[in-house]
């Protein structure tokens, strides 16, 4: 064997272990609750609400989060959107009616190929173009505290992908800052559950699991 193919042998064995040592990097973690701008609540939780574009750290958005292999590398992904719209409803500091909905289309990660597999073979959004959740049951929200800092409060309700609806129970981090209400959770999926099938392309493989994530901001109706 000569050196040139010694050379070749070797850097196609180290190729996957340096990209994953120095070029693969994963994603930020997607968007959560954050109390760093936050004010003393001004008026009640109760009322009609609607989701609102947010500000600061607290911006409405919502997406995935999938751990995949790249090319030899494990790396973590995040898609998001900030295409999100939806309706609450509050009566003696009880929720008890929510809807959120994401537009499937306009969640995008950082690699143009990647979301074009998510929107086409994955997740079909030309015929299936809204993610949504709805609130199933009551939640109380008298533990959410008035002074700017937040609480967590468990929330079960339905999450309907690729025309798939599967019960979901997670915990929800929920502010109440000045006249405005942020709420973020994650929600786990087992992508089979909604007859997704994860991209395996060989030099990618998408993890069967994963997590649909949302950060809401609501202003009054």
Do not use: C
Request: hydrophobic share 40%; glycine share 8%; aromatic share 6%.
């Amino acid at each position: 064997m000569t050196s040139a193919e010694v050379l070749v042998q070797v850097a196609e064995l180290a190729g996957p272990w340096i990209y994953g040592t120095f070029i693969a990097e994963d994603d930020a973690p997607a968007a959560a609750v954050s109390t760093e701008d936050a004010q003393a609540a001004t008026g009640s939780v109760n009322g009609q609400w609607i989701v609102a574009t947010g500000q600061g750290s607290n911006k409405t958005a919502a997406g995935y989060t999938v751990s995949e292999i790249l090319n030899g590398a494990r790396v973590t992904v995040v898609g998001t959107t900030d295409r999100v719209s939806g309706t609450v409803s509050i009566a003696e500091q009880k929720m008890t009616s929510a809807e959120v909905l994401v537009q499937v289309a306009d969640i995008a990660t950082d690699n143009s190929r990647r979301d074009g597999q998510f929107r086409g073979n994955v997740m079909d959004a030309a015929a299936f173009p809204t993610a949504t959740f709805t609130l199933a049951a009551p939640v109380d929200l008298a533990s959410v505290p008035t002074d700017g800092t937040a609480a967590t409060v468990p929330v079960t309700g339905t999450l309907t992908l690729r025309d798939q609806t599967r019960p979901v129970s997670i915990d929800v981090k929920v502010l109440h800052s000045g006249d405005t209400l942020v709420a973020s959770g994650n929600v786990p999926v087992d992508w089979s559950d909604y007859g997704i099938t994860p991209p395996s392309l060989g030099f990618v493989t998408v993890d069967d699991h994963g997590t649909v994530d949302f950060l809401v901001s609501l202003t009054r109706a």
